[in-house]
């Protein structure tokens, strides 16, 4: 008898709303690697799913998006507006790119702009992105990201007042949400260790006692010059915020993160979605993609936008999570993607 794998991904939203949506299409859906991949028939149609991948972009496009550097370099190579990435490959591979695997062109980069952002080349979720000010903390990035094995794409630091996820379906926006970073605001008595309690860590929905969640707050992921990824110094705990002075609680903007999505309705501001639409289509335009999310960040300085990642995986998982209404546009999104990818699929023969 064949052995049913355990479906790992069963439980995430995606799953489910596949799952559903083939059931409302009468399409007949298979599931392996653990709930990661689906094979969608209908008629003599076929066509898969994997990751949060749909079978609309070609494999060469879908692999340039999941590459930060190159992405970025085709996208500046078209005049389009974007943060750039550099690629370094680790030492072992190093020389398919004429590099030597020496960190003396990253320390370029880092002297020529200041501060670096160092991540994994392919990464998601913002868990292996560093920012860099010194040579040590060059060397100790490059070196835990090129021991994992991975290509490091090197960004120089923006400063970014928001960051928006533009969902594009062939040529058209279908969803653009700002990532709101989770943020405590001064009342110009309490110490930022008591705003942080008061505000996020108090009513967060965990069975830890109030004391508990005190003594955590210390632990908490604060401000530490430029970024405040690092945790709080004690210092920066007991010092007052003026009244009204917003501090983030962390300087990246994923959802998985701790930020909040907030949906942007094309009513409310016609012309910020149109720019927005219009630069996220021209990235997709660039890189032959028919169905990706773009995240374009705007400076704080000139309010400039520029495309910093384009997602050929097309995740709403966090932000389906969000509640039912989100759930549903994420749904609807993934049901024309799904037929579409349907009709673009390739007939099977029986036999
Ligand atoms: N060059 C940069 N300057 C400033 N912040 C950055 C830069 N690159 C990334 N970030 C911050 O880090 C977060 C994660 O980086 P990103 O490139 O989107 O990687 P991931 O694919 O892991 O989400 C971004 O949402 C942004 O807040
Ligand atoms: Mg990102």
């Given at each position: 008898m064949k052995e049913k794998k355990t479906?790992?991904?069963?439980?995430?939203r995606f799953y489910r709303m596949i799952t559903e949506i083939c059931a409302e299409e009468g399409i007949s859906l298979e599931s392996a690697a653990y709930g990661w991949a689906f094979r969608m028939r209908k008629g003599e149609r076929s066509g898969f799913l994997y990751g949060y991948r749909f079978?609309?972009?070609s494999a060469a496009a879908a692999d340039i998006c999941n590459s930060k550097s190159t992405a970025s370099e085709l996208l500046l190579g078209s005049g389009i507006p974007a943060v750039p990435h550099f690629g370094f490959l680790p030492p072992a591979t190093a020389r398919f790119a004429g590099q030597d695997g020496s960190l003396t062109e990253l320390e370029e980069l880092r002297r020529r702009y200041g501060i670096l952002i160092l991540k994994n080349d392919t990464g998601t979720g913002g868990t292996e992105v560093f920012p860099v000010v010194t040579e040590e903390e060059l060397s100790q990035a490059a070196e835990k990201l090129f021991s994992a094995g991975k290509t490091i794409a090197a960004s120089p630091y923006v400063s970014i007042a928001r960051e928006i996820r533009v969902v594009i379906l062939d040529g058209e926006a279908k969803l653009m949400f700002s990532k709101q970073r989770e943020s405590v605001t001064g009342d110009?008595?309490?110490?930022l260790e008591e705003l942080i309690f008061e505000q996020v860590v108090k009513n967060q929905?965990?069975?830890?006692?109030e004391k508990e969640k005190y003594a955590d707050t210390k632990e908490k992921k604060l401000p530490a010059g430029?970024?405040?990824?690092?945790e709080f110094h004690e210092w920066e705990l007991t010092e007052v915020p003026p009244e009204g002075t917003v501090v983030y609680l962390n300087w990246k903007h994923n959802l998985g993160q701790g930020a909040v999505p907030e949906v942007l309705e094309r009513e409310k501001d016609p012309g910020e979605w149109d720019a927005l639409e219009a630069l996220a289509v021209r990235a997709a335009k660039a890189l032959g993609i028919r169905f990706a999310s773009v995240d374009v960040i705007e400076e704080e300085a000139a309010g400039d936008k520029k495309v910093l990642e384009v997602n050929?995986?097309?995740?709403?998982e966090h932000f389906s999570g969000c509640s039912g209404e989100y759930y549903q546009r994420a749904k609807e999104i993934y049901r024309e993607a799904v037929k579409k990818s349907l009709e673009n699929s390739f007939v099977i023969s029986e036999g």
């Open positions: 479906v790992l991904n069963e439980k995430s079978g609309l972009n110009g008595h309490s110490t929905t965990d069975p830890k006692t430029p970024f405040t990824d690092a050929c995986g097309v995740m709403l």
